[in-house]
């Protein structure tokens, strides 16, 4: 359906520009532009970032650097997002929607729509992702501070995320449970284990699509920290504590119960793959 | 406002409402084979070429796409000669009441124009966000292994 209210399209060259045509009442950016035309409630003003350069996937010391406007195909198709951390990015993308929709689906738009079924969230919190955004000065915070302090704040525009480098010795996994292949999740799930000298120094979990946006299980990854080795057993208890500690509840897809089963399973398979991953030594 | 589109080789300007998509874009111009299905991102009947990657045209401001290049299934002929997608498709029966006929030949062509050896699993997930309500999805993916078998020089046997 086209959007009748809208009236007014500006293509700002800069994120300055941007920032003021975000001024006007009822403004709104238009990225991949998939979410302002399904739900462009009262837009009646739309601010094209495409002009401006935030797209691109680049390497530094400190990771990857994904500019906003990036789409997820170009991050499918990325040889640097492919070698990164066993590939676990771009598993994850290949869960998400179809190519129709990657084609056109940039990874700000994800992370500002911040939908319940995100599967890119989940992932990227236990990665400790990086958000850079701008408000007239650049910033740059952990994704998990992002969502709980600037992302619902007027006039933001996001500029980049950034993937930490690991050290040798990190897995991390990605699991999806949907009713097709194409549908969003009914639960997803992600982990992310780091072993140094046979002991778990780091370790994260988180779900999503609970049905609520994706959120960190901290009490799971600490059974992990504090057990040191990452044993089946010790595996089997961080998924019960997982099973436990997620605020779960029912939709149209599933029942909180089977969802709880699914909190045990995604998690232990998660924590599965990443133990074969690192004795396999990727 | 307007804008310009290169649409199937052909440079023209357009006068559109600045909320207006692709799909009521392209159909009231007359590119029919573009199929108006949910409008919501959920059947890829609509899909159209966009600058060579196959989208939901339903999903696309056209305002967003001024000065970019469209093929929709009109564009996928040559000069009368169909494209050994569209061939493989009549073939092998994966064409029913043909309404999502176009936006599959869409997606397939794009998957296709970026892995000109897909797996069978590689072909399933390209044409995963297309649905039938006849076929069974089965014969959509025999047709493009067939074009693939066609274009690669082999025989259909
Ligand atoms: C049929 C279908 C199935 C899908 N399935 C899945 C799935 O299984 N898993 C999944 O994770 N996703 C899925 N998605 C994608 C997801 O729901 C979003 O639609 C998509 O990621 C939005 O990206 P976009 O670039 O098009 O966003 P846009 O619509 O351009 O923007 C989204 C919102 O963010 C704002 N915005 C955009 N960019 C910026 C920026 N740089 N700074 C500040 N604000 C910004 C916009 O104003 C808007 O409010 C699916 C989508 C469809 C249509
Ligand atoms: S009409 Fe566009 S995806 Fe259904
Ligand atoms: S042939 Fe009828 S919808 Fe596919």
Known sequence: MSLPKVSEFVRP?????????????????????????????DTTKLVDISGIPLSGINSDAEGIVIGATTTMTALIESPLIADYLGGVVTTMLHHLASPLQRNLATIGGTLISAHPWSDVIPLFLVLGARVS????????????????????????IL??????????????????????AFDIAVLNCAALVQITAGRCTAARIAVGGAPQRGYLLPHAGEVLTKSGALTAEIIA???????????????????AAYRRNLVEVGVQRALGQIKDKLEAGV | MNIELTVNGVRREFTIAPGETLLELLRRTGYKGVK???????????????????????????????????????????DGTLAPLQEAFLDTGAVQCGYCTPGMLIAATDLLNRNPRPSEEEIKEGLSGNLCRCTGYVKQVEAVKLALTRMNGGNDA
């Open chain 1, 13 to 41: 060259t800069d994120l300055a520009a941007a920032l003021h045509e975000l001024e006007s009442v009822n403004a709104r950016i238009v990225a991949g532009g998939i979410d302002v035309v399904l739900f462009p409630g």
């Open chain 2, 36 to 78: 108006k299905g949910c409008e919501a991102g959920d059947c890829g009947a609509c899909a159209v070429l966009l600058d060579g990657r196959a989208v939901n045209s339903c999903l696309v401001l056209a305002a967003k796409v001024d000065g970019h290049t469209v093929i929709t299934v009109e564009g996928l002929a040559d």
């Open chain 1, 237 to 255: 208890s961080a998924a019960r504590t997982a099973r436990d500690e997620a605020d779960i509840s029912d939709d149209m897809r599933a029942s």
């Open chain 1, 159 to 180: 500029t980049a995320v950034r993937l930490p480098a690991f050290p040798p010795g990190t897995a991390a996994a990605f699991i999806k449970f949907s009713r097709t």
């Open chain 1, 133 to 156: 955004y701008y408000d007239g000065t650049e910033h740059t915070v952990p994704i998990a501070q992002f969502y709980a302090e600037s992302m619902f704040r007027q006039r933001i």
